[in-house]
């Protein structure tokens, strides 16, 4: 009987686990198509995952914290755009995340963008809401700055 007890609150330990994890897109089509659907903007993340030690640290400091996970189940769509130098990509991937590196015009990583977009006549037109980067000061400092990008106040 303790068996089947201690099981059971593994598996409902493990559900809650995953449940608590977020979905990063890497496929833009498919996080434009749940943007739309869901009516929040997208935190597009530029990294270098395996190479930029800005990236890490904003990774390790906030986007892995409860708090950021919280923050963002409800407010945006998460979408990892990533140039690694160590981990291969499929062309169409690298091609992807060059093509929209231009279009934001990054020059440093990481940058995080918000922004919304829509479809139309095949063509993807983006709005942008604003950016950042790393801010210093942990998970509370850096969402403060996104709730005012996703969230401005009217003046």
């Known amino acids: 009987m303790k068996k089947i007890v201690f099981i059971a609150l593994f598996l409902i330990s493990a559900m809650n686990l995953q449940a608590q994890e977020l979905k990063w897109y890497t496929d833009v089509t498919e996080a ?6 869901e009516q929040k903007p997208m935190l597009m993340f530029f990294t ?3 190479w930029c030690g800005w990236c890490i640290r904003l ?3 906030v986007l892995k914290t409860e708090e950021f996970k919280k923050w963002a189940a409800t407010n945006v769509v998460l979408v990892e755009l990533d140039y690694p130098r160590a981990v291969a ?3 169409e991937l690298k091609n992807q995340n060059n093509q929209l590196q231009q279009a934001f015009g990054i020059q440093g990583f990481p940058t995080i963008f918000f922004t919304s977009a829509e479809t139309k006549d095949g063509r993807v037109n983006f709005k942008g809401l604003g950016k950042t ?8 400092a850096w969402l403060t700055v996104a709730e005012e990008i996703v969230h401005p106040k009217k003046s």
Do not use: R
């Not at 980067?133 to 509370?140: D, L, N, R």
């Open 133 to 140: 980067g790393y801010v210093a000061g942990g998970p509370s």
């Open 48 to 50: 270098g995952s395996d």
């Open 89 to 91: 990509q499929t062309p």
């Open 59 to 61: 990774q390790n400091e």
């Open 32 to 37: 434009i198509t749940i943007s739309n659907k």
